[in-house]
């Protein structure tokens, strides 16, 4: 009877050790245990603007009480100091260096465009805009042109990518031409260049672009950027991020100007998967989750906020062709889809990549932040201390970091400093000083973005108050 029992024993333990062997790695519980420690820069904030007061257009029910969904604030590529502003619920404005009143550019709710923001106003929209370099001037191509991205119905048209799986909304860029670029209210023509279906709310499109320090003649001059999430839902379930038939979850390059084949668009030639079979040739770099801002340097280095799952929210540099890993890898992390046989959401140690990712160049976890919401590199003259450094935000707390830009390496993080913030003389956090009611939790919620002028100053955007204040030196 010993013996059997014995034998039992050493059967279970078998077992055990056996099913331990194979449940896999534990899920990490602090994936960055190092805590962001406060910078030795300081900056104040000084009132510059404010935008007016905007309601949803298309849901009677208000999501939260944002006052307005500002969203960027970019200058015009003409030398005028006019500073351009866009609120997801469809207004364009127009202000200048010096902070007049904004006024109405254009309202793409009073357009023919089948705009509608009432599946989800926190993210659709009316979401991103750019002025084509060539906007100012006469006789170019892109004489008077500039591009919106916006949130339109699915019955509303024929998407290029995604037609079938657009049960939620679609994602559009429109081209827009001036009759008088130098007026300050919209009066032209408008034609629609891309549409792309969503299947849910969320993750659709965020940011477009021109590459402005590209000079002409050159292989990037006057190509339009945009940035695309992996379509809503939670873990990818379309498992878009990987996918390379449509081009969604990374940043898509093409020139807007070129009409002549079978798009309203061009394909550049010298994009990363042109010619491959079954990849969408408007692809430049892939593997990103929501990279809904992302900004060019002055040396024309690119750099891309990834708003990440559960853990991680990652600041990347654009690279053609990169793979950027979701959802199989979330910042220098792997995820439960990349390793299989554990639970999602939490995320794992590395194993040994099987194929190449291109890994964050800085990255902050959940103890942190919780939403990566703009990045710009500093390249004004007010905050010397600044110059050179990539400013980022955490659109939920308001915190505000920096990186030096210096030698910077993928998937080798740089060292992250916070900056501190002055409010009317106070060391404050933006989300305590001006933030409102949080709509995904408790607390209050910053929703702070960053703006720029043609100087290379910064500004804080927050739509709690419609407010836009510049970033100055702290006395």
Do not use: C
């Not at 009480?65 to 030398?79: E, F, S």
């Not at 290029?160 to 827009?176: F, M």
């Not at 740089?414 to 900056?419: D, F, G, N, R, Y």
């Amino acid at each position: 009877m010993k013996t059997t029992v014995s034998l039992l024993i050493v059967a279970i333990g078998i077992t055990a050790t056996a099913f331990a062997a194979e449940s896999g790695p534990e899920p990490l519980l602090d994936p960055i245990p190092e805590k962001i420690q406060k910078g030795n820069i300081a900056v104040a904030l000084e009132e510059f603007t404010r935008i007016p007061q905007s309601v949803d257009f298309g849901n009677p029910r208000q999501t939260n009480t944002a006052y307005a969904r500002i969203q960027y604030m970019l200058p015009i590529p003409d030398g005028s100091g006019r500073l351009v502003i866009n609120d997801l619920r469809g207004l364009l404005y127009v202000t200048n260096e010096s902070g007049a009143t904004p006024t109405v550019l254009l309202d793409v709710r009073e357009q023919a465009i089948n705009f509608d923001d009432s599946m989800f106003p926190n993210e659709t929209g009316l979401a991103g805009f750019a002025f084509h370099p060539e906007f100012a001037t006469l006789g170019k191509p892109g004489f008077g042109k500039f591009y919106t991205a916006y949130s339109a119905s699915s019955d509303s048209g024929v998407a290029n990518y995604l037609d079938d799986d657009a049960a939620n909304h679609e994602s559009v860029i429109r081209e827009w031409t001036m009759n008088d670029p130098t007026a300050d209210v919209f009066s032209g023509t408008s034609r629609e260049l891309f549409r792309m279906g969503q299947f849910d709310q969320n993750h659709n499109i965020g940011t477009l672009s021109f590459n402005y320090s590209a000079a002409e003649g050159s292989a990037d001059y006057g190509l339009l950027y945009a940035s695309f999430g992996d379509g809503g839902g939670a873990n990818d379930p379309r498992e878009r991020g990987q996918s390379r038939s449509e081009p969604m979850s990374g940043i898509f390059r093409i020139d807007p100007l070129d009409d002549s084949g079978s798009t309203a668009y061009g394909i550049p030639g010298d994009n990363p998967f042109v010619g491959e079979s079954d990849i969408a040739p408007e692809i430049w770099a892939y593997g990103l989750r929501h990279p809904q801002q992302f900004s060019f340097d002055s040396d024309g280095t690119m750099y891309i906020g990834d708003i990440g799952q559960a853990q991680i929210e990652e600041v990347n540099i654009g690279i053609a062709g990169a793979n950027y890993g979701w959802r199989l890898r979330e910042g220098t992390f792997a995820t439960a889809f990349g390793i299989g046989g554990v639970r999602p959401n939490p995320v794992y140690p590395l194993p040994v990549d099987e194929q190449q990712f291109t890994y964050p160049v800085a990255q902050f976890d959940h103890d942190e932040g919780n939403a990566i919401s703009s990045v710009f590199v500093y390249r004004g003259t007010a905050i010397p201390e600044l110059q050179g450094k990539a400013i980022f935000t955490d659109m939920v707390t308001g915190r505000v970091f920096y990186i030096d830009t210096d030698n910077l390496q993928p998937g080798n993080p740089a060292i992250i400093s916070e900056l501190r913030v002055n409010f009317a003389g106070y060391e404050r956090n933006v989300a305590d000083a001006i933030g409102f009611p949080n709509t995904y939790g408790r607390g209050n919620r910053a929703d702070l973005r960053l703006g720029i002028d043609s100087q290379g100053e910064l500004y804080f955007l927050t739509k709690g108050d419609g407010r836009i204040r510049k970033v100055i030196a702290a006395p």
